[in-house]
């Protein structure tokens, strides 16, 4: 019985450190297409297109390694902007989060009559720090062709319609 209560409180605690993607609505959502369709700009793509949505998200708790952070969060920003009916995310930033590595030592001691006992403990926090990212989802009324590269000057910025 007790394994039982341990296996769903393991289970409840692994499912609420998932972290999710907030998204605040700018405008109307469209038909929902599949994540695959959402393509990353990192710069204003060129023509026409219409902001749907600001998205926010992290990685979740037990993601190790910088390029599994990022494929996470790009992933889930993609996976949002698809829900709304959004075909690009105008990619806004991206910040490693607070957390890390903690160590803690504690020692301590009781006594109960003639009875005395002494004890200590070590506790060791492994989680990696989250990797935060923020995207505005777009509607991009005609896509520029999938191997299309932005060329910017340095020093401007692309105009924005």
Do not use: W
Not at 72 to 96: H, I
Not at 127 to 153: K, L, Q, W
């Amino acid at each position: 019985m007790h394994v039982k209560t341990a296996l769903i409180v393991c289970l409840a605690v692994a499912a609420s450190g998932c972290a999710t993607t907030s998204r605040t609505m700018l405008g109307p959502a469209r038909p929902a297409v599949a994540p695959e369709q959402v393509r990353i700009y990192y710069t204003p793509p060129p023509g026409r297109y219409e902001e749907i949505a600001m998205l926010s998200t992290a990685s979740g708790a037990l993601t190790y390694g910088e390029q599994n952070k990022t494929n996470e969060v790009m992933g889930k920003l993609r996976a949002s902007a698809a829900q709304v009916g959004a075909n690009g995310v105008l990619f806004q930033g991206a910040a490693q989060g607070y957390g890390g590595s903690n160590i803690g030592i504690g020692v301590g001691s009781g006594s109960y009559g003639r009875r005395s006992s002494v004890g200590g403990g070590i506790g060791v926090n492994v989680s990696p720090s989250p990797t935060h990212a923020a995207g505005i989802a777009i509607y991009v009324f005609n896509p520029p062709p999938m191997d299309y590269r932005p060329t910017v000057t340095p020093g401007s910025q692309p105009p924005r319609n």
